[in-house]
Each structure stands twice: as structure tokens, then as C-alpha cells.
T-cell receptor
Framework: DAGITQSPRYKITETGRQVTLMCHQTWSHSYMFWYRQDLGHGLRLIYYSAAADITDKGEVPDGYVVSRSKTENFPLTLESATRSQTSVYFC????????????FGEGSRLTVL | QKEVEQNSGPLSVPEGAIASLNCTYSDRGSQSFFWYRQYSGKSPELIMSIYSNGDKEDGRFTAQLNKASQYVSLLIRDSQPSDSATYLCAVNLLYYGGSQGNLIFGKGTKLSVKP
């Protein structure tokens, strides 16, 4: 029972580079989410997806791109990383729209130098 | 701006005491309410959900919801050092960003239970 996995767990990159954070879930949950967590801001929604090929912006989408060609995968790409994108990124999934329990991955800690 | 507010803490209580965590929200259209626990360096995990006014108990945890006053609270009885963590309040808005399914999180309250 792998659940939801993120990779890489830790990443250091430089300003201007492209970075992709991977998220994979084995439950066939319809809904998937990307959050970032920063001191003083809590968890903020970047993008979400209701199903394969359906994605939409959350609270802080600028500078990020997502795709969802398969139900189980939801990669997050930083096209040109900036220092302000240094954060801990959490991928999450839920079974239905109205089920409150989000299942979180272990997080990806990204540092942009 | 739809908001979920929590005291950042830290809230410090002695072992065996009752810890009381509070959360207020701005949108009267909010439908569902959740408490997540997050240990340092770990991901959040759901500990309580509540959907209607009143109290909901689960073991040592009691969630309380008052929609008229727009607040939700979490009581932890017989607090243990293992309860030391950050507690996140999350609110499921009726409509946010085009989806009914999005949770808005508060910034969290850090709880410290002293032996």
C-alpha cells in the first residue's frame, strides 16, 4: 500500500532553472492537489485537479505549471525557479469532491539559490 | 478574501491538562470543518472532521462547531507529550476557485505538552 509518493524529497536548484516535482498516488483518487507550506503563511493551494486532463488554479499559481495526463500522476513544474519558490511542497489527494480527508504525500523540500 | 484564522501559539500545557485550540473563519457559506495534526518535518494528517453545530467526540479529542459565531475548536483531554505538534484548522468552502472540493487552511497553532 504505497499511497501517495512524492519525488524528489529534497532538491536544491538555482534561480532560472526548470524543476519538476513528481506526485504519484495508487488509490485512483479523482482529486489531486499541490500545496506549498511556508513559515507565516501556512498551507496554500497552488493547483488542483478534479480528474485526468482537468486542472485549475488555486490561491498561488503564478510561476507553476501542472499537467495530469493519467489519474495517478500530477507533476508540478517550476518553469523558471525563483528564490521566493523556496518552500516545502505537498501533494495531496482525496477520493471525492465532498470527502474532507486529504491524504498528503511526505513533501518535497525545494531550495532555490 | 476568504480566511481561516488561528492563534499561532505556541500554546503550552502541562501533561494531563486540557488543550483548547480555536479557529475562526470568514465565509458563512463554509460547509465542512477539519482539524489536521502536523508533526515537525512531517505531512499533515486528519484527526477530526465536523459538519454540523455542536460537539463531536473521538477518544481524547472533541471538535466543537458554532456556525452562527463562525468558529470551530478542538479540545484535547489528558494531553500527552506525543500531542505536541502543529494543529491546522481547515474549512471546506462551498465554492472556491470553481471547485467545491478545496480546503482552506489556517496557519496552524503550535501545541507543546510539557511532561
Amino acid at each position: 500500500d504505497a499511497g501517495i509518493t512524492q519525488s524528489p524529497r529534497y532538491k536544491i536548484t538555482e534561480t532560472g532553472r526548470q524543476v519538476t516535482l513528481m506526485c504519484h498516488q495508487t488509490w485512483s483518487h479523482s482529486y489531486m492537489f499541490w500545496y506549498r507550506q511556508d513559515l507565516g503563511h501556512g498551507l496554500r493551494l497552488i493547483y488542483y485537479s478534479a480528474a485526468a486532463d482537468i486542472t485549475d488554479k488555486g490561491e498561488v499559481p503564478d510561476g507553476y505549471v501542472v499537467s495530469r495526463s493519467k489519474t495517478e500522476n500530477f507533476p508540478l513544474t517550476l518553469e523558471s525557479a525563483t528564490r521566493s519558490q523556496t518552500s516545502v511542497y505537498f501533494c495531496a489527494s482525496r477520493r471525492t469532491e465532498n470527502t474532507g480527508e486529504l491524504f498528503f504525500g511526505e513533501g518535497s523540500r525545494l531550495t532555490v539559490l | 478574501q476568504k480566511e481561516v484564522e488561528q492563534n499561532s501559539g505556541p500554546l503550552s500545557v502541562p501533561e494531563g491538562a486540557i488543550a483548547s485550540l480555536n479557529c475562526t473563519y470568514s465565509d458563512r457559506g463554509s460547509q465542512s470543518f477539519f482539524w489536521y495534526r502536523q508533526y515537525s518535518g512531517k505531512s499533515p494528517e486528519l484527526i477530526m472532521s465536523i459538519y454540523s453545530n455542536g460537539d463531536k467526540e473521538d477518544g481524547r479529542f472533541t471538535a466543537q462547531l458554532n456556525k452562527a459565531s463562525q468558529y470551530v475548536s478542538l479540545l484535547i483531554r489528558d494531553s500527552q507529550p506525543s500531542d505536541s505538534a502543529t494543529y491546522l484548522c481547515a474549512v471546506n468552502l462551498l465554492y472556491y476557485g470553481g471547485s467545491q472540493g478545496n480546503l482552506i487552511f489556517g496557519k496552524g497553532t503550535k501545541l507543546s505538552v510539557k511532561p
